[in-house]
């Protein structure tokens, strides 16, 4: 079955920096976009970036862009989420999520198949 795991949540100061990485499995890794959503307590859950099948194309909202940085693996099947200057406001579950070839790169969260369990990323000021 497949499998998204993430890894590397945890605490961190405002203006700091986290890395989270997500491993899959089960799948044909390099035939799915994947994608960062996050989700705070009593908010819906939000888009935080999303890599093309290749590496080559990548997309993120104003409220990341240019501080979060998404990237892929192909050969090891891992994706990761390189997250800097970070702000209270970022604090959320962060989730990785699979999206088939073919759908496109602003593809709403109901569009992703496969998703990870989450990991805790908080910021305190």
């Known amino acids: 079955q497949v499998q998204l795991t993430e890894s590397g949540g945890g605490s961190v100061q405002a203006g700091g920096s986290l890395r989270l990485s997500c491993a899959a499995s089960g799948l044909t890794f390099r035939t799915y976009g994947m994608g960062w959503f996050r989700q705070a307590p009593g908010k819906e859950r939000e888009f935080v970036a999303t890599?093309?099948?290749?590496?080559?194309?990548?997309l993120y909202p104003d409220s990341v862009k240019g501080r979060f940085t998404i990237s892929r693996d192909n050969a090891k099947n891992t994706v990761q989420l390189q997250m800097s200057s970070l702000k209270p406001e970022d604090s959320a579950v962060y989730y990785c999520?699979?999206?088939?070839?073919?759908?496109?790169?602003?593809?709403?969260?109901?569009?992703?198949?496969?998703w990870g369990q989450g990991t805790q990323v908080t910021v305190s000021s």
């Open positions: 999520a699979a999206r088939p070839y073919g759908t496109p790169m602003r593809a709403r969260a109901t569009d992703y198949a496969y």
């Open positions: 890599v093309n099948w290749s590496g080559g194309s990548t």
